[in-house]
């Protein structure tokens, strides 16, 4: 029997103590580890993740074996929001490996049930584990965060024609070229403005256009300027940590999933239907999992100060309406709070700073400015020195 969620006036909302913080942390590492223990990377990941997300810094070397039914007893008090948020750091670590052992997706399933947690994302772990890539990828669209997407939806992505799917691409759409396009004329410093810059210092091709990335996956980019980050893949991950983490739907957590496995595992051949593998960038070092450890701070903290929301979705957004916002109100309206010093030190770039572009990405600024006849122009961007 699961431990049962706390009654309304049981349930603990503050921030956990030192004690709590490690007790969860040795849960969840129990939870992840492989029989070895450990990986480098999962520790790496979790010793980044506890102080930007509690304010503990834990030591997970040699942690103290939990089982399931311990776990669940010092979450006894915490709602199903903050157990889940649990079980999707579980999966996070497991989603790191490659090969990513059966048992330790059978374990995560077993700490979710004792904690009363149904997670879309274990089956996709299980998939993994089972080589079954084809079927989690299809399992990524099925269960999680475009499950919910409906025509009402869609409307945000000012798309003209009819998308064939959530992901799908709108490259024969000449009112929506026009509206990206158009965002030239706003003035220097406001959201859209900065926005069309990012887009034409990487040659980036607008949305309704041949080339173009599905405007369902464009929407990421106005984060990119409202949050202050580059464009690499390092970024990528900052970038959806932090949409992941704004949003309370559940299945946003997917989107952070998404990218992992693409550009650390590999596990996704593709995915939002552009991005293709390009694994190895987590592992690369400690400085990723603070920066994405700092990311997940930032979204959890972003609220909207307009309509009251601690819940952000940011690719529901209507971002035309928000366009003509300097980057300051933007950040304001949402509450975006500044990158931590670990985080800037770690390498945590924006769209204008040397660091937050790729090379591929500058000689395909470089090209379109060719092609158009215009001064190439990177708004401050350069790759950065170990590019």
Known sequence: MPV??????EVLLTPPDAGEASSTARGIASAAAPATGLTEVQRMLLEAL??????HAVDLRDPEPMSPRQLAEVLRHRDKQFRSRGVQVMLLCALVLRPLPPEVADRIAEFAAELGVD??????????????LELAAADFDRNGYTATWNADDLA??????????????????????????????LAPGTLGRRVWELYRARGFTFPGQPGSAPPLLAQHDWVHVLADYGTTVE??????????????????????????SLFETGYLATGAGLFEADPGHLSAGRHVAVRLSDAMRRGALSRD?????????????DWFALAPLSVSEA????????????AIAAGAVGPCDPGGIS???QNSGRELARRLGRPYNAYGASPGTGE
């Open 50 to 55: 506890w102080p930007a997300m509690t304010g």
């Open 119 to 132: 997670e879309a994302m274990i089956g996709v772990a299980r998939q993994f584990a089972a080589g079954a």
């Open 156 to 185: 945000a992505l000012h798309a003209s024609t009819e998308l064939q799917s959530t992901w799908g691409y709108a490259i024969d759409d000449p009112d929506l070229a026009h509206r990206w396009a158009a965002l030239e004329s």
């Open 4 to 9: 049962p969620l706390p009654a309304p006036d």
């Open 359 to 361: 090379p591929f990405q």
């Open 305 to 317: 100060t307009v309509d009251g929301d601690d819940s952000v979705d940011y690719l529901r957004l």
């Open 331 to 342: 950040r304001s309206r949402f509450s975006v709070e500044p990158k931590s010093p670990e």
């Open 235 to 260: 970024s990528e991950l900052e970038v959806f940590a932090f949409i992941a983490r704004a949003n309370d739907d559940m299945r946003a957590f997917s989107l952070l999933a998404m990218v992992v």
